[in-house]
């Protein structure tokens, strides 16, 4: 069985720093995908930035520039580096596995920006 946990998130001031890790246990292979999206109320998830098998990244606009996305292997972890924090980017935030073709989610980590 493969559990995916976050954690990382809490509360921040704007223009501060959060890192968001996620671990993936259980049984592992097959990883081909791992992603970070985040979600408000009302609205979708979000799709923030994924990291493919092969190491290929990418990002999404709206965090490019601020948010970088990294792993690592012998961890079994994923991370979010999240620079100069606005208030609009308070959401719960969400990762995603892809392994042997099916997705596994996490409960999601609150982050809160404000003063």
């Known amino acids: 069985q493969v559990q995916v946990v976050e954690s990382g998130g809490g509360l921040v001031q704007p223009g501060g720093s959060l890192r968001l890790s996620c671990a993936v246990s259980g049984s592992i292979f097959g990883i081909s995908f791992m992603g970070w999206y985040r979600q408000t109320p009302g609205k979708q998830r979000e799709f923030l930035a994924h990291?493919?098998?092969?190491?290929?990244?990418y990002l999404a606009d709206s965090v490019k520039g601020r948010f970088t996305i990294s792993r690592e292997n012998a961890k079994n972890t994923v991370y979010l580096q999240m620079n100069s924090l606005k208030p609009e980017d308070t959401a719960v935030y969400f990762c995603?596995?892809?392994?042997?073709?099916?997705?596994?989610w996490g409960q999601g980590t609150q982050v809160t920006v404000s003063s």
């Open positions: 995603k596995w892809m392994l042997q073709g099916r997705v596994y």
């Open positions: 990291i493919r098998a092969s190491g290929s990244i």
